[in-house]
């Protein structure tokens, strides 16, 4: 029996994605409107939010490919983190300025030491040695160090007592329109890497993996749709956060570090370890290492700034010490692993293993 003509465009791990996502959000809307216990709303809700994000990130993909492939790199990387910065709005509402710090630092770690060792590690096991173009990693890597520059100045001026500790919240939107400053400065050179033409390996896919474009008002839809459930979604998330967690004996910043961060991201993490299963470096880390690039540089500030208007809390960019550190550690060893333009295995375990020791040091706070 054929599909609906809405349907026919997509291929089935697409169809699958689709009904995971509404069937998901079902549930989670049916446990938060009855008697549900907080962990298992929280928990319905994460589910949900992650495969929504699919679907989001599926919809910019296919509108994306109306205005070329660096226009479409931009606007993937742009609102690729729409989820994430609906549950930063909707936890700054709460008052969970901790699992929002928590949660931004923690979407970096997760996608720059988790993600990318499980893709060199998937890469390397599979494929030898990688080597790739290392001009795009290196700038991406020099930007989340200004990133961690930006945590860090503002930090040390309080924790050192000087003048500026007074001005912590001047100081911080001052911190935040400069890094929205780089994020634009650095725009035009993305596009133009972006619309290089690609490798003749990169543009190979595998036959199950062509599809037909969805049509543009199809793709529309589905991404308006998807949105707004992605906010409903985000709102129930963070309102069973607080009550869940304490039932789990789970601290606020371990939470937001690993729990918040990787439910918002879940679905960016799969697409680097694929583009390394299929032996395209470049592609995997573009893809791990962009997007914890457009937290530092635009989700990070932007929720800076909106927190005058939306939080009972301001957010600043003054973080806790640990934080900080172990954002600066995981940068410097970023830098050292990808500035010879090559990949192995061990490297990859060595950057899964930093990751855990700085989850297991938020353990208890």
């Not at 200004?146 to 919240?169: C, E, I, Q």
């Not at 490798?199 to 199809?218: C, F, G, R, T, V």
């Not at 090559?342 to 700085?358: N, S």
Request: glycine content about 8%.
């Amino acid at each position: 029996m054929d599909r609906p003509a809405v349907l026919r465009s997509l291929t089935r791990p697409q169809l699958v994605t689709l009904v995971a996502a509404l069937a998901t959000t079902v549930i989670a809307a049916l446990a938060e409107f009855t008697s549900s216990s907080e962990v298992a709303r929280f928990v319905l809700a994460g589910l949900a939010l992650a495969a929504l994000a699919a679907v989001v990130g599926q919809s910019i993909e296919q509108v994306g490919e109306r205005l070329g492939p660096g226009a479409t790199g931009l606007l993937q990387s742009t609102l690729g983190n729409l989820p994430e910065l609906l549950v930063g709005i909707f936890a700054l509402r709460a008052g969970l300025t901790t699992v929002v710090q928590a949660a931004l630092v923690g979407s970096v770690l997760g996608n720059a030491l988790l993600v990318l060792g499980c893709a060199f590690v998937a890469g390397g096991l599979r494929h030898g040695a990688q080597r790739f173009d290392p001009e795009e990693p290196r700038l991406n890597a020099t930007l989340l160090l200004l990133a961690v520059g930006a945590l860090l100045v503002p930090t040390l001026a309080h924790k050192l007592n000087t003048p500026a500790a007074a001005h912590a919240g001047a100081l911080s939107n001052a911190c935040a329109v400069v890094l929205l400053a780089v994020y634009a400065a650095s725009i035009p050179f993305y596009l133009r890497r972006s619309d290089r033409p690609a490798p003749a390996h990169a543009l190979e896919e595998a036959p199950e993996e062509s599809a037909a474009a969805w049509p543009l008002s199809q793709a529309v839809v589905i991404l308006a749709l998807s949105s707004l459930a992605a906010g409903w979604v985000s709102d129930w998330f963070v309102g069973a956060l607080e009550p869940a967690t304490h039932s789990l004996g789970l601290s606020q910043t371990f939470t937001g570090l690993v729990v918040v961060a990787i439910a918002s991201n879940a679905v960016e993490h799969a697409v680097g370890i694929r583009f390394a299963l299929r032996a395209k470096p470049e592609f995997a880390l573009s893809t791990t290492l962009n997007s914890p690039l457009q937290v530092a540089l635009l989700l990070t500030p932007a929720l800076v700034l909106l927190s005058n208007v939306v939080g009972p809390h301001r957010l600043t960019l003054v973080f806790p010490a640990l934080l900080v550190t172990a954002l600066g550690v995981a940068a410097i060893v970023v830098v050292v692993v990808i500035y010879d333009g090559e990949y192995t295995w061990i490297e990859g375990v060595a950057l899964i293993g930093l990751y855990a020791i700085i989850a297991a040091s938020f353990w208890w706070g």
